[in-house]
């Protein structure tokens, strides 16, 4: 059996649990085809392979561990623009979105897209992308009725109301309009 030099051995996540299950069977069967493996490990072929490459460069002493910890275990790479940041932007999101609804009145929510678009400054814009902004509002709990299947469904089906409303309204208009002609017509020719 080849003894592998782990780092970290306190395993905090499952990922590393995984990996290093993961890690000691790949080195138990070494002499395996990496479809084989992959069938036993769950990985894919190119993981296997990585995986391989690994073990070989440490038993090779390349590198004195294999290494088991996610290289963003902390999401450094997330926190580049504070939370505050997009407290402040959700909170002038929903400022613009009650003023729009007090103008407009009607139930119609602005959409994220919308508001990235139109509403948010430039600067802001260089420094986040939209697909980025929806994923840390979801991620701090920010929610609108656009970003969850439901909510579509919900909105779309008030769309759906008030077309027809607005349909019903000129259908009894025009009703009312022949009616209104037709005893014109009456009475003209008593």
Not at 76 to 105: C, G, M, P, W
Not at 111 to 121: C, G, H, M, V
Not at 152 to 164: A, M, N, Y
């Amino acid at each position: 059996m080849i003894k592998l030099n782990l780092k970290n051995t306190n395993l905090s996540t499952e990922y590393e649990k995984n990996r290093i299950l993961n890690l000691k069977t790949i080195a138990i069967h070494k002499n395996w085809t990496n479809e084989q493996l992959s069938l036993k490990t769950g990985l894919s072929v190119r993981t296997i392979i990585r995986y391989k490459k690994e073990i070989f460069n440490t038993e090779k002493g390349d590198k004195s561990f294999v290494r088991t910890k996610h290289k963003n275990i902390n999401k450094v790479k997330d926190r580049k623009i504070s939370d505050d940041l997009f407290q402040e932007i959700y909170k002038q999101y929903l400022e613009t979105n009650n003023a729009i609804i007090d103008i407009e009145r009607t139930d119609n929510e602005l959409s994220y897209k919308e508001f990235y678009e139109t509403f948010l400054d430039q600067n802001i814009k260089e420094k986040l992308s939209y697909s980025w902004m929806i994923y840390r509002f979801n991620e701090l709990g920010f929610h609108n009725r656009h970003t969850t299947k439901r909510g579509r469904k919900i909105t779309r089906d008030l769309k759906k109301i008030k077309k027809l409303n607005e349909e019903t309204h000129m259908m009894i208009a025009e009703i009312q309009n022949k009616q209104n002609t037709t005893k014109n017509k009456e009475w003209f020719w008593i």
